[in-house]
């Protein structure tokens, strides 16, 4: 399959979740420009699509958290950096994770929630611990509690159908509550 026919397979499917549409490997071809047939023969059925799509999809994210995290820089700008950026992605990324929540298993979602985020924050956590900045406290713990911080906000503004939601200002709540909770003082 060329890149240009892979970029319009991934657009039409990512198209089609922000519509709300439903999507079978038919409407994903007619949108995409490719023949159902020959959509077949890159993606053996609908679960094989959605497995490429979430990881051309998620690619660009999970680069930008390990650049966010490889910086050999102060622990709490890097969480700073972590959150900043999670957060203007929210409007990106929430209906589309709400949609694959459909068709990834628990497992799939642990691995990849783990590899991208938890390792990633904790290590962060630890060298903050290491360097006085951060209460001394199990850094898996710490960083499933701040990943659980950032979910539950979304999630609140998702449930609640929130209009004109001010995600900044949320960012900012968060960032504050986080820094009270892990700054040793």
């Known amino acids: 399959m060329d890149e240009m026919m892979k970029r319009e397979i991934v657009t039409a ?3 089609l979740i922000d519509k709300d549409a439903p999507i079978t490997m038919e409407v994903v071809a007619k949108h995409s420009g490719v023949a159902k047939g020959t959509l077949y023969n890159y993606f ?18 999970t680069e930008e958290k390990r650049r966010i995290f490889k910086e050999d820089r102060d622990p709490m700008d890097n969480l700073c950096d972590f959150l900043d950026y999670t957060f203007k992605s929210f409007d990106r990324v929430s209906k589309y994770f709400m949609f694959m929540q459909k068709y990834r298993t628990v497992e799939e ?15 962060a956590i630890k060298k903050g611990i290491e360097n006085g ?18 979910i539950g906000t979304f999630r609140s503004v998702m ?13 900012e709540d968060v960032i504050r509550l986080l820094k009270r909770l892990l700054i040793v003082e």
């Open 109 to 123: 979602d642990i691995i990849e929630k783990n590899e991208i985020i938890i390792t990633p924050l904790a290590n």
């Open 159 to 171: 449930c609640q159908g929130i209009e004109n939601y001010d995600m900044e200002k949320k960012k």
């Open 133 to 150: 900045q951060i209460v001394d406290a199990d850094p898996i713990v710490l960083a499933e509690m701040i990943w659980g911080t950032i």
């Open 44 to 61: 053996a059925n609908k679960e094989e699509l959605f497995h490429y799509v979430h990881n051309e999809f998620i690619g660009p994210f």
């Open 13 to 15: 499917v990512l198209s």
